[in-house]
């Protein structure tokens, strides 16, 4: 446990050092959850005018994973920097996989 406090620590004095990097993730997050959302949104909102324009139904899910994708990426992007014992500590009994 004080190792993830230490690494904790390490990591918001990290965070502080680097505003523009904590922005530009956050603007990337935002932006693909608001896709997320907003497709998720027009999916359930027309779901009785899609099941007659299927081509339109696989865009709209497409694009929610995609962006789905792309967020994630962006997040895995940041725990490529976080000490492995706190990724283990992190995880619990789940596998936490990085590319």
Do not use: F
């Amino acid at each position: 446990m004080a190792y993830s406090r230490q690494a904790a620590s390490a990591g918001a004095e990290q965070n502080e050092a680097s505003p523009e990097l904590n922005a530009v993730v956050a603007h990337g997050v935002l932006n693909s959850l608001g896709v997320v959302l907003g497709s998720v949104h027009t999916l359930r909102e027309h779901w009785g005018e899609l099941a007659t324009q299927p081509e339109l139904a696989r865009e709209i899910m497409d694009r929610i994973e995609c962006q789905a994708a792309a967020g994630a990426e962006l997040l895995r992007d940041l725990l490529r920097g976080v000490p492995p014992g706190l990724l283990v500590e992190l995880a619990g009994d789940r596998v936490i996989r990085l590319p």
